[in-house]
T-cell receptor, first 111, second 111 residues
Framework: NAGVTQTPKFRVLKTGQSMTLLCAQD?????MYWYRQDPGMGLRLIHY???????AKGEVPDGYNVSRLKKQNFLLGLESAAPSQTSVYFC??????????FGPGTRLTVT | SQQGEEDPQALSIQEGENATMNCSYK?????LQWYRQNSGRGLVHLIL?????REKHSGRLRVTLDTSKKSSSLLITASRAADTASYFC???????????FGKGTRLSVIA
């Protein structure tokens, strides 16, 4: 099993550009999450999903949108990137509300 | 806002010594989890302790939970250079709120 995979691994955007980060899991997990990690801030939850077709806001949702059209995929969109969105983005999935499995991360730089 | 706060922020020890990290939280929890993050990688789940448990062991890891003080500690015995990583606590509160991660403790084990 590949576990949780993230695409792309690195990306550089100019301010105002848009992009979509893809997260895929092959563990048949119901729950999926998007986090951002910034130095000194720990992990902050952006959006999450408790099942196919559902999404919910986390701690820092502004400037991001998500979709969960298929159970195995969770997409994170930036419609108009800003320098404040420079961060490392992690996707995670879980079977229930306990142990989360994390992807390797996407390093995004917005100039 | 962050639920769990780790202490210390950074810890440097010699190989073979024990490492202790603490986590304090604010509200009642269902369970508390510890994760490890190696540099440039995603988080990996280490251990979960439920609110009705006081101590749990897994290999060289020992976790304690004091719900009256709203605190937990992670002890790594006989540390190795490979234990060098950041360690995060995550709290699962009652209700439908997702896990909340602390800011982490950076552990350096010097060979």
């Amino acid at each position: 099993n590949a576990g949780v995979t993230q695409t792309p691994k690195f990306r550089v955007l100019k301010t105002g550009q848009s992009m979509t980060l893809l997260c895929a899991q092959d563990m048949n997990h119901e729950y999926m999450y998007w986090y951002r990690q910034d130095p000194g801030m720990g992990l902050r939850l952006i959006h999450y999903s408790v099942g196919e077709g559902t999404t919910a806001k986390g701690e820092v949702p502004d400037g991001y949108n998500v979709s969960r059209l298929k159970k195995q995929n969770f997409l994170l969109g930036l419609e108009s990137a800003a320098p404040s969105q420079t961060s490392v983005y992690f996707c995670a999935s879980s079977y229930s509300r306990v142990e989360q499995y994390f992807g390797p991360g996407t390093r995004l730089t917005v100039t | 806002s962050q639920q769990g706060e780790e202490d210390p922020q950074a810890l440097s020890i010699q190989e073979g010594e024990n490492a202790t990290m603490n986590c304090s939280y604010k509200t009642s929890i269902n369970n508390l989890q510890w994760y490890r993050q190696n540099s440039g990688r995603g988080l990996v789940h280490l251990i979960l302790i439920r609110s009705n448990e006081r101590e749990k062991h897994s290999g060289r890891l020992r976790v304690t939970l004091d719900t009256s003080k709203k605190s937990s500690s992670l002890l790594i015995t006989a540390s190795r250079a490979a234990d060098t990583a950041s360690y995060f606590c995550a709290t699962d509160a009652y209700g439908n709120t997702p896990l909340v991660f602390g800011k982490g403790t950076r552990l350096s084990v010097i060979a």
